[in-house]
């Protein structure tokens, strides 16, 4: 046997140990090693590991199923800022500051949303047009991202003080963390793709 197939039969059977039998890897601890690269890992282990059967050990479904919980989650916040409107005697800046806020979320499930589409042609595009699209991709969760902490900035001064600033801000903090995370990962993703992809 040559020193080339020597080699490669190492890789072969070191692949297989790493992510076969060997350690028995399961959908789910490739969530959870994922995950270490997030800012807020129990969450991001919580929040997808109902879908580690359907990610099944794919940076690309990871990334998109992140997304998609970040979609879910967002559409959640801006129907309870929506709600929060109708709040019986809200003080004037607080129905503006939640008037402001139901306009970041629109725009940030938007943001995702394009975000989702994308993700789902991601498959036809190579080289410089999958750089071009990934780039797009990672700016829309970024600009959810904004639109989320303009939404709690706005009650962000103490004279907002009371039920609707707490609400607001434990379910705001979800969702932008929820968001992070999913930023982390879509950046993983476009990193790894990218490595593998511009090998010298």
Known sequence: MDKLGFYLLILVHTIQYVYGAGTNI???DFVKTSCKTTRNQALCVNSLSSY????????????????????????????????LTGTSKLKPQEYQALK????????CIASLTHSVQEFGKMGQFK??????????????V?????HQNTCAGGFSDSSMNGKVKD???KKMTSVTQITSNALALVNGFALRHKEVTHKP
């Open 52 to 83: 580690a059967g359907s990610i099944q050990g794919s940076d690309q479904q990871l990334a998109k199923a992140a997304i998609a919980v970040s979609l879910n989650n967002a559409k959640s916040a801006a129907a309870l800022v929506s709600k």
């Open 100 to 107: 402001d806020c139901v306009n970041s979320m629109t725009s």
């Open 127 to 140: 080289g410089k047009n999958f750089d071009w699209h990934m780039n797009s991709l990672q700016t829309w």
């Open 26 to 28: 399961t959908p789910l």
């Open 142 to 146: 970024s600009s959810a991202l904004t």
């Open 167 to 169: 609400i607001l801000n």
